[in-house]
């Protein structure tokens, strides 16, 4: 693993030669040792019509390609990091949440339509998240941002877990997901977020979750 965290704000990141990161651009605090930092756009598996339709949904993170020999530490706004270990499958991701990851890990791109059919376009527009998002794949570590610390939800088989959406930073694995009406104790004493909807995300694999409603 690349990252150790040096507090709930803060990892430091070993670079070795031979070796890419990715990071956003602006996260780097401070570095020790030889090591270069470049403007990297990256379109992703989806081609130049993925960036295109990422650009026009507003939703292209800029990214750096951090290589060298040293120590890079890692911190962006204030946010809380957590620092996400892939076995070897997929990482869903909105762009803004990545703080840096592995550049052993496959970048893609996907339509939120694609894995949720037209409930997944309406949750891009009635949550608030994105139509795109990103898909990190492989094994590596990923550090993602959010806000209040994040906590690790297992999803198993026939275990379903509901999110609100406002909540939800990233799932992995096998699942499925759909958007559901959520009408309940939040909204009947006026603290839910208004679209009194939630995330069902159901299959094999875990959800991410911060401790706040509030948005990067």
Known sequence: MPFREINSKMVEATVVPGQ???SQRGAMLAYR???????????????????????MANEATPL???????T?????????????NLPGDTLYVEADRLLAFDGTLQQGTMFMG????????????????GLFTTTLTGHGAVAV???????????????DVHVDPQ???AHHGQVRNKLSTALGWREMVGRGSGEGFQLELSGSGAVYVQA????L
Do not use: C, D, W
Not at 33 to 55: D, K, L, W
Not at 149 to 158: M, S
């Open 20 to 22: 890419k990161m990715f």
């Open 33 to 55: 040792g030889e090591v270069a930092f470049t403007p990297n756009i990256q379109s992703g598996q989806g081609g130049m019509m993925s960036m295109i339709g990422r650009r």
């Open 64 to 70: 750096m390609t951090v290589e060298g020999n040293g």
């Open 72 to 84: 890079v530490m890692f911190g962006h706004g204030g946010h809380h990091i957590h620092v996400i």
């Open 114 to 129: 694609s894995q949720g059919g037209v409930m997944g376009m309406v949750r891009g527009q009635v949550t608030g998240q």
């Open 145 to 159: 941002m959010a806000h209040g610390g994040v906590i690790e939800l297992p999803i198993t088989p026939g275990r």
């Open 167 to 169: 909540a939800y930073v």
């Open 212 to 215: 706040s409603e509030e948005k």
